[in-house]
């Protein structure tokens, strides 16, 4: 046991490798057994790191020296570098092809969830205007809320309320969306692409759009991959730069 | 080879991360604004444009794609690293506002939607009346 926990702790990045992949089939296996794929397994699994993370203290999990390699894994460099990743696959023509009403629906899509998310925090008594940018970026994605929250030098208890905010409207966007789509008209890709571009959480949207009819998912997924892409772009920058005229 | 396209994504980040700190700096805010978004902007349009040019191979794509994959296990692993006993004393705030924003959000579906329909209906009724 000794050398296991000696080996693990020369070797903590290559752990977190095996832990989160754990984290991960048992997040997928609860998605299909209990909820019928209903709740997606990638949030369970964000949610049961959360969860995880209560185990720790300032740092989540990491704080527990096994699990320190955790914090290298999850840290900035890493995730920034794989999200600019998730770019790769968009196009430029297919922007043309999403035409006005995707763009449309992105723009609004990201400074609707941005005001209201960070009114209700505001109403709640997080006046200032990181904690108002970082909060109101969490309602866009759970992507957003903690790159604008790192930029803005927000405190880790506001980044992770940004990233519980994006976590719970990823569910919300996967169970609702199958029992909404009648009421909203989400029965062709022209609707499809203009809900992809307003909810834009790309797991929900695709697991949603799945659940309602599968080939809506590439016209709903087609807007939501620039949205993460879009809030981390105005979220800090000039949503952040008129906040602070105001607050 | 797949470190090709590893090496053009860090690039791209690299770059994005430059101007994002020049952003930030001009902003006069202490650190890097917009430096992902402008690093995603990057790859979209040299990816574009090296496929285009033939120059982007499906093997040095596999690189990209795999870092691309990474994101989902990367977020689980900041999100388990995250000051979570800390956040919980503003729980409703996370669960108000993941409840009430998204509702919002997709009340304003059929909204926008139907802006861009109309105009849609509208070409129509011209294509009609020409018809006519």
Sequence with gaps: MDLALKIIDKNALIFSFLFVGLIIYCSFWISKKFTNNK??????????????????????????????????????????FSIVATAMGADFNEIKQAGLAGLV????????????????????????????????????????????????????????????IGVIKTILVTIGTPILAKKIG?????????????????????????????????????????????????????????????? | MKIYGVAILGGCFLVGQLIGDQLGSFLGIDGNVGGVG???????LVSTWMKRKKLL??????GILFWSAMYIPVVIAMSATQNVKAALSGGWVALLVGIIGTSMSFACVPIIAKIGKKKKEKTEETIDAQWI
């Design chain 1, 39 to 80: 709740i997606p397994g990638s949030a369970i699994a964000i949610a049961s790191g959360l969860f995880l993370a209560y185990l720790g203290d300032k740092k989540g999990i990491a704080d527990i020296p096994v699990f320190a390699g955790m914090a290298f894994f999850g840290g900035a460099m890493m995730r920034d």
């Design chain 2, 57 to 62: 191979t499906t093997e040095p794509e596999k």
């Design chain 1, 186 to 247: 989400l029965n062709n890709p022209h609707t499809a692409m203009v809900y992809g571009g307003i909810i834009g959480t790309t797991s929900g949207v695709a697991a949603g759009l799945a659940a309602v009819d599968e080939r809506l998912v590439p016209y709903g997924s087609l807007t939501a991959t620039f949205y993460t892409g879009l809030g981390c772009l105005i979220c800090p920058s000039i949503l952040y730069y008129l906040l602070t005229f105001i607050l």
């Design chain 2, 38 to 44: 402008f690093g995603m902007l990057f790859l979209i």
């Design chain 1, 105 to 164: 629906s992105l723009t609004f899509g990201v400074v609707f969830s941005f005001l209201v998310g960070g009114s209700i925090g505001y109403l709640m008594g997080y006046t200032d205007a990181v904690s108002f940018a970082t909060i109101g970026a969490g309602a866009c994605t759970f992507i957003v809320g903690p790159i604008t929250g790192a930029a803005l030098g927000a405190s880790s208890e506001i980044i992770a309320i940004s990233i519980a």
